[in-house]
């Protein structure tokens, strides 16, 4: 069965990093790119970016350079999100999913991130 | 970036009901990169409709999709209480990808 496993809950400071992964099972890892969405409670969904495992192609949304940094562990199938300098404006629910050809045909159960001091 | 604009924001409809909501698009989006996910609370997304009118696996019947260029619409023939949730569009024709800000479908 195909499935995305995210990391747990992180309760992390102001100005501090945070790094939540994303675990695929079911499926052979190289074939799909891995999409990263960001959803403020209550609101919408926004794009962060995309790696894909066969090239290690990166792509990012403009507005989340320098906050987000995709890396890869492929020997478990992993891809990595990490956000810098962490501001109460990036406490949401990080949702990774899988693409496949221009839809995200499976999501994980989101990493939920809260900034406070 | 392509803005997809939801329509409405909230409804509500009665068990048995005809629902229709749309998803306008700021320019022509590809029928073939038009999607539609549903989202009930404490869950994450789940892919609902796919290329405009491609249910997506145990997507009942009921449902459906149309559009092309920069109109689009989610149908649900005959309202069921299961069906309450969020509903939101999603673009890919071009980088980055977008969504709509939702449409929340409560009961009536």
């Known amino acids: 069965q195909v499935q995305l496993q995210q990391s747990g809950a992180e309760l992390v400071k102001p100005g501090a990093s945070v790094k939540m992964s994303c675990k695929a099972f079911?499926?052979?890892?190289?074939?799909?790119?891995i999409e990263w969405m960001k959803q403020n409670h209550g609101k919408s969904l926004e794009w962060i970016g995309n790696f894909h495992p066969y090239n290690d192609d990166t792509k990012y949304n403009e507005k989340f350079k320098g906050k987000a940094k995709l890396t890869v562990e492929k020997s478990s199938s992993t891809v990595y999100l990490e956000l810098s300098r962490l501001t109460s404006d990036d406490s949401a629910v990080y949702y990774c999913a899988r693409k496949l050809g221009g839809y995200f045909d499976v999501w994980g159960a989101g990493t939920t991130v809260t900034v406070s001091s | 970036q392509i803005v997809l604009t939801q329509s409405p924001a909230i409804m509500s409809a009665s068990l048995g009901e005809r629902v229709t909501m749309t998803c306008t698009a700021s320019s022509s989006v590809s029928s073939s990169y038009l999607h539609w996910y549903q989202q009930k609370p404490g869950s994450s997304p789940k892919l609902w409709i796919y290329?405009?009118?491609n249910l997506a696996s145990g997507v009942p019947a009921r449902f459906s999709g149309s559009g092309s260029g920069t109109s689009y619409s989610l149908t649900i023939s005959s309202m069921e209480a299961e069906d309450a949730a969020t509903y939101y569009c999603?673009?890919?024709?071009?980088?980055?990808?977008?969504f709509g800000g939702g449409t929340k479908l409560e009961i009536k």
């Open positions: 999603h673009q890919y024709h071009r980088s980055p990808p977008t």
């Open positions: 079911g499926y052979t890892f190289t074939t799909y790119p």
């Open positions: 290329s405009t009118s």
